[in-house]
């Protein structure tokens, strides 16, 4: 007669030995440079908004290097929620156009660019960024269209900024609208662990200025830091090769 033990015993080591043979299938597949390359080096997103034009645009393909700010709960795809911190920890700089995940939704990727990190004290006065009391420097350049980035209609024109943060970073704003919603707002001090990102688009974006659905972007929400254009297609899925190369 065949006991209650004798049956659970090899169905338990029939288990074991499946789980084990999964584990060395797996091995080649853990130490491919596909596998590697995605998930310890660069991971590709692509731009579904247009918070970040000129500097990205929708259509856009971009790599974040994983390994610029250290590996933490938002590195890896399904990583357990109770993983806190970060391994080889670091700062972005300010400028760096940065992949996170908001502390409001952490089930979505943003991308924006970083212009306050812990201790800083961040202000918009007439659509001028002001850092630690500072407005930041500004020059003016052409108008061009901005019907696509700044919904309005075509033909309208959009003012370009181009903007120079104390450490040397330099980029491109839009500017949609005079006196925009957060065109003026308070002093927003960063905590620490903490940085504050703006859309390059600063009139057609959601960003840290939005405390109630953005706000103040912990350090461990890190993914990566945005270091290439490795693709880009228009509307019409027209190759846009002029757009692929380094994200400043």
Sequence with gaps: MT??????RPSARSREWKAIVVLILLVPVLWSPPFLFRFFLYQPFNIPS???????VVGDYVLA???????G????????????????????DHGDVVVFRSPKDTSVDYVKRVVGLPGDRIQ?????????DRPVTRVALGSVPGASACGVDDGTKVKRWRETLPNGASYITYDCVDN???????????PPGHFFVLGDNRDNSTDSRFMSVMGFIPMDN???KVTRIFWSLDRNGRLRGERMGKVW
């Design 222 to 224: 890190l993914v990566g």
């Design 73 to 92: 709960r938002y590195s890896f795809p399904f990583a357990p929620s109770w993983i806190s911190g970060r391994v080889r920890a670091a700062e972005p």
């Design 3 to 8: 006991t209650l033990e004798q049956t659970i």
């Design 180 to 190: 925009g919603y957060v065109d003026n707002t308070s002093v927003y001090t960063v």
């Design 65 to 71: 290097a994983k390994y610029a700010y250290g590996y």
């Design 50 to 56: 247009g918070s970040m034009t000129p500097t990205l």
């Design 124 to 132: 918009m006065r007439q659509g001028q960024l002001v850092l630690n």
